[in-house]
C-alpha cells in the first residue's frame, strides 16, 4: 500500500459542485501540503499543515478550503467548484527532519 | 518575480551527454535546495538535495549551490533516454518558521536523445 493515498484519482464534475480530496498517510508526519500542477506552471502551493492546529495559506488558497481530521489525514475542498480549477491535485507528507517531500499519485480533477 | 525559476525547456541531449539543469530563486535567506525528477503522468520523486555551497554528487548526478549568486543546478552526466523528464527545483524560502513552506518552479523538461 502507498504510503501517502489520495481519493478519488480521478473526478469529473460540474460548475457549482462541492468536491473533497482526500488524503492519507502512514509515515508518521507531521506536515502535510497540497499542491496543485497545471502545465507550464510547476507544482503551486494551495495549503500546508504543521500539525492538527495549524492550517497555512499557500500562494493559490482562493476557492479552496482545507480540513486536517488527524495527523494523518488532510481534505482538501472546493466549495463550488469551477473549469478553471480544473488541474491535478497532489499531496505530499514531510517530516521536519529532512527536506523531502513524499507525495500521493495525485487526483486529477476535471470541472465541467 | 517568482520565487523559483525555471527554464521551461524542453533541453534535448543526445546520450551519453551531460544535461545541463538550472534554477534561480529570489529569496536570498533560503537554506534548504532540492531536485524533484516527475515523469509523465506521475508524482515528483526527490533526487538530491543541497544545502550548503558547493557542489554535492549523488551518482550520475551532482547538485551544485551558488548562495551568492542565488542559483542551484543539476548536472546529469551520461544521460540516458530513461532520464527523459521533468525536473523541478524546490527551495524553502526565509520566513518559513516552523512550516517550512516548500516552493517548486514550473520545472524543466529533458529530452534524451538515443
Known amino acids: 500500500d502507498a504510503d501517502v493515498t489520495q481519493t478519488p484519482r480521478n473526478r469529473i464534475t460540474k460548475t457549482g459542485k462541492r468536491i473533497m480530496l482526500e488524503c492519507s498517510q502512514t509515515?508518521?508526519?507531521?506536515?502535510m501540503y497540497w499542491y496543485r500542477q497545471d502545465p507550464g506552471l510547476g507544482l503551486r502551493l494551495i495549503y500546508y499543515?504543521?500539525?492538527?492546529?495549524?492550517?497555512n495559506k499557500g500562494e493559490i488558497s482562493d476557492g479552496y478550503s482545507v480540513s486536517r481530521q488527524a495527523q494523518a489525514k488532510f481534505s482538501l475542498s472546493l466549495e463550488s467548484a469551477i473549469p478553471n480549477q480544473t488541474a491535478l491535485y497532489f499531496c505530499?507528507?514531510?517530516?521536519?527532519?529532512?527536506?523531502?517531500?513524499?507525495f500521493g499519485e495525485g487526483s486529477r480533477l476535471t470541472v465541467l | 518575480q517568482k520565487e523559483v525559476e525555471q527554464n521551461s525547456g524542453p533541453l534535448s541531449v543526445p546520450e551519453g551527454a551531460i544535461a545541463s539543469l538550472n534554477c534561480t530563486y529570489s529569496?536570498?535567506?533560503?537554506?534548504?535546495f532540492f531536485w524533484y525528477r516527475q515523469y509523465s503522468g506521475k508524482s515528483p520523486e526527490l533526487i538530491m538535495f543541497?544545502?550548503?555551497?558547493g557542489d554535492k554528487e549523488d551518482g550520475r548526478f551532482t547538485a551544485q549551490l551558488n548562495k551568492a549568486s542565488q542559483y542551484v543546478s543539476l548536472l546529469i552526466r551520461d544521460s540516458q533516454p530513461s532520464d527523459s523528464a521533468t525536473y523541478l527545483c524546490?527551495?524553502?524560502?526565509?520566513?518559513?518558521?516552523?512550516?517550512?513552506?516548500?516552493?517548486f518552479g514550473t520545472g524543466t523538461k529533458l529530452q534524451v536523445i538515443p
Open positions: 505530499a507528507t514531510r517530516t521536519g527532519q529532512t527536506g523531502e517531500l513524499f
Open positions: 509515515k508518521g508526519h507531521d506536515r
Open positions: 499543515s504543521f500539525d492538527v492546529k495549524d492550517i
Open positions: 529569496d536570498r535567506g533560503s537554506q534548504s
Open positions: 543541497i544545502y550548503s555551497n
Open positions: 524546490a527551495v524553502i524560502p526565509p520566513g518559513s518558521g516552523g512550516y517550512q513552506k516548500v516552493t
